[in-house]
């Protein structure tokens, strides 16, 4: 059998400390994690059971890149991540089981075009095209579990330009990561190469063209990239 056109590529993120690659199966992204983050968005922070939209593998862009602006928005925003690497096959995972199916953990930068995705809220339509564009997903090499563990509790931060915007600890994450792998499973079968954004705390806000974005996990990973001009 021959392809009509070239299979697209692998996109693979570096695991830390060595040549080895991780391949990216699919992004998917807790809404609303941290109770800050709900109130700033204006919304209840009660413990609602936990929503996901999903992001292309290849909006994977790596740690020291130069994001271009992207087209169609005049309201770019960061949101800093824990990310959680899903090395093992699973469907219907029991919360304490959840953990077994973990390969490692990074921190990414969730990028939202937010006009975009406050418009097709007020619509009521799907808002993939405010979160799910290109070069949305900078993260920074894996660390497995074996050499870092599991991180409950740590400071998660940005910084732009130098000054702190976002500053929270993991251990405020509405669901834990355990919860969240069980309750993703319960819809969709997780395999290898799944890879999940927790949710971000609060502090998010617009960047532009030329501002230089820091984050990272305390104990897990740092990142930094760099707003460039938009592509033509």
Not at 14 to 40: K, L
Not at 152 to 157: C, F, M, S
Request: proline letters at 9%.
């Amino acid at each position: 059998m021959a392809y009509v056109v070239p299979p697209p590529a692998v996109v693979a993120i570096p695991v830390a400390g060595g040549d080895d690659s991780f391949p990216v199966r699919r992004i998917i992204c807790v809404g609303r994690n941290y109770e800050a983050h709900a109130r700033e968005m204006g919304k209840d922070p009660t413990r609602e059971p936990p929503f996901f939209f999903t992001k292309p593998a290849d909006a994977v862009v790596p740690d020291g890149s130069a994001v271009p602006y992207p087209p169609e928005t005049k309201n770019l925003h960061y949101e800093i991540e824990l990310v959680v690497v899903i090395g093992k096959e699973g469907f219907e995972i029991p919360e304490d089981k959840a953990l077994e199916h973990v390969f490692g953990y990074t921190v990414g930068i969730d990028l939202t075009r937010r006009d975009l995705q406050s418009a097709a809220k007020d619509l009521g339509r799907p808002w993939d095209w405010g979160k799910a564009f290109d070069n949305s997903a900078p993260i920074s090499p894996i660390q497995p579990v074996s050499k870092i563990g599991h991180p409950a509790k740590g400071r998660i931060w940005l910084s732009v330009n130098g000054a702190v915007k976002q500053d929270g600890d993991i251990a405020d994450l509405i669901w834990s990561v355990p919860e969240v792998i069980a309750f993703a499973s319960r819809s969709i079968r997780l395999k290898a190469g799944d890879v999940i954004m927790t949710g971000t705390p609060a502090g998010v806000g617009a960047i532009v063209e030329g501002d230089k974005v820091e984050g990272g996990v305390e104990g897990v990973a740092n990142i930094a990239i760099t707003i460039a001009r938009p592509q033509t």
